[in-house]
């Protein structure tokens, strides 16, 4: 078991003060047997702290993670039984940290960093039967 130090009022690790997602979508027909489908989201996510470390000595060396936004976006395509969708997450390829440093619970001795998936464009088929 490994002790960590804690100063009161310290938030616990990973969670930042402020985060919230906004998500946006609209569904129209095209034609009689064609609707369509576009929207959008956008993820904040706030400034953040690592893992607690070991003593109070160590309290300056807790990793700070700044804060990001992704945007996310999609459409699709809709007929009789078959949906064609295509999407881009992470629309601007921010490079949010989400976790590592020093102080992890994997590795004491290397410094590496977690960041979110880079910028993904997909396309899906899907078939209702």
């Known amino acids: 078991m490994t002790a960590v130090y804690a100063a009161a009022g ?34 904040y996510v706030g400034n953040r702290e690592g893992e607690f470390v070991p003593t109070q000595a160590e309290a300056a060396l807790r990793e700070k993670y700044p804060s990001y936004v992704q945007v996310n976006l999609n459409a699709s395509v809709m007929t009789e039984g078959w949906k064609l969708n295509v999407y881009v997450q992470n629309l601007t390829n ?6 590592g440093g020093y102080n992890n619970q994997t590795n004491f001795n290397r410094y590496w960093l977690n960041y979110t998936q880079p910028r993904t464009v997909g396309l899906s088929i899907e078939k209702t039967f």
């Open 94 to 99: 921010k490079a949010g940290v989400t976790g």
């Open 10 to 43: 310290d938030r616990l690790p990973f969670s930042s003060r402020y985060s919230g997602r906004f998500s946006a979508s609209y569904e129209a027909p095209i034609t009689d047997d064609v609707t369509g489908l576009i929207g959008a989201a956008a993820t």
